[in-house]
């Protein structure tokens, strides 16, 4: 079985700080990991995905995150937040056997002060 | 194209009654899912399609659920003799088969049952 958990539902930064959003995840296959955004009663987009190959991976809007298999982490981080970058985020884990079927962490809002 | 599109947006029923929802996907896309997610949480898998067939059904699905495919193309959701638990955001997503990890969402169906 897959599970996410990520840490902390609500992180608040600083205009220009740095992100950081946690995700760790379990499971007993080699997982894909995705991050995905939200925001208020609108689908969810795609930041960024793991699948195979480098560990680290760049997504849109300036994300990126790191798979790091030996921690089961795969955190996501900008290094300047910036106002439209307030939103809700998901971390999610699937396997390529898995019909494409997405496992979603709980989520973490992020605030985002002047 | 335009994406995912999910019909309707918003939805106010009362209990007992019966609710569908309609999702378009992507059209080259032959992989639909279906995800419900409720206030502060992440969206839980439903179930999915490839082509008209339903190939996978989560245990929350319960036989009030109901969820077709009939030509591949579009789906519709049905929920009969609604319970206020049921008031949540329905998500459709939709992916190639050769699953790369992008699965891109619809803006929802947010049902709320009275």
Same mark, same amino acid.
């Given at each position: 079985a897959q599970s996410v958990t990520q840490l902390g539902s609500h992180v608040s930064v600083s205009e220009g700080a740095l992100v950081l959003l946690r995700c760790n995840y379990s499971s007993s296959v080699p997982p894909y990991l995705f991050w995905y955004v939200q925001y208020p009663n609108q689908g969810l987009q795609l930041l960024l995905k793991y699948t195979t190959g480098a560990t680290l991976v760049k997504g849109i809007n300036g994300f990126e995150a790191e798979f790091k298999k030996s921690e089961t982490s795969f955190h996501l981080t900008k290094p300047s937040a910036h106002m439209s970058d307030a939103a809700e985020y998901f971390c999610a884990v699937s396997h390529y056997?898995?019909?494409?079927k997405l496992i979603f962490g709980q989520g973490t809002e992020l605030s985002v002060k002047p | 194209d335009t994406g995912v599109s999910q019909d309707p947006r918003h939805k106010i029923t009362k209990r007992g009654q019966n609710v569908t929802f309609r999702c378009d996907p992507i059209?080259?896309?032959n992989r639909l899912y279906w995800y419900r997610q409720t206030l502060g949480q992440g969206p839980e898998f439903l179930t999915y399609f490839q082509n008209e067939a339903q190939l996978e059904k989560s245990?929350?699905?319960? !036989?009030?659920f109901s969820a077709e495919r009939p030509k591949g193309s579009f789906s519709t959701l049905e929920i009969q003799r609604?319970?206020?638990? !049921?008031?949540a955001m329905y998500l459709c997503a939709s992916s190639t088969? !050769?699953?790369?990890?992008e699965a891109f969402f619809g803006q929802g169906t947010r049902l709320t049952v009275v």
């Amino acid at each position: 079985a897959q599970s996410v958990t990520q840490l902390g539902s609500h992180v608040s930064v600083s205009e220009g700080a740095l992100v950081l959003l946690r995700c760790n995840y379990s499971s007993s296959v080699p997982p894909y990991l995705f991050w995905y955004v939200q925001y208020p009663n609108q689908g969810l987009q795609l930041l960024l995905k793991y699948t195979t190959g480098a560990t680290l991976v760049k997504g849109i809007n300036g994300f990126e995150a790191e798979f790091k298999k030996s921690e089961t982490s795969f955190h996501l981080t900008k290094p300047s937040a910036h106002m439209s970058d307030a939103a809700e985020y998901f971390c999610a884990v699937s396997h390529y056997n898995q019909g494409g079927k997405l496992i979603f962490g709980q989520g973490t809002e992020l605030s985002v002060k002047p | 194209d335009t994406g995912v599109s999910q019909d309707p947006r918003h939805k106010i029923t009362k209990r007992g009654q019966n609710v569908t929802f309609r999702c378009d996907p992507i059209s080259e896309h032959n992989r639909l899912y279906w995800y419900r997610q409720t206030l502060g949480q992440g969206p839980e898998f439903l179930t999915y399609f490839q082509n008209e067939a339903q190939l996978e059904k989560s245990r929350l699905l319960s !036989d009030r659920f109901s969820a077709e495919r009939p030509k591949g193309s579009f789906s519709t959701l049905e929920i009969q003799r609604t319970e206020q638990g !049921d008031s949540a955001m329905y998500l459709c997503a939709s992916s190639t088969q !050769d699953f790369n990890g992008e699965a891109f969402f619809g803006q929802g169906t947010r049902l709320t049952v009275v």
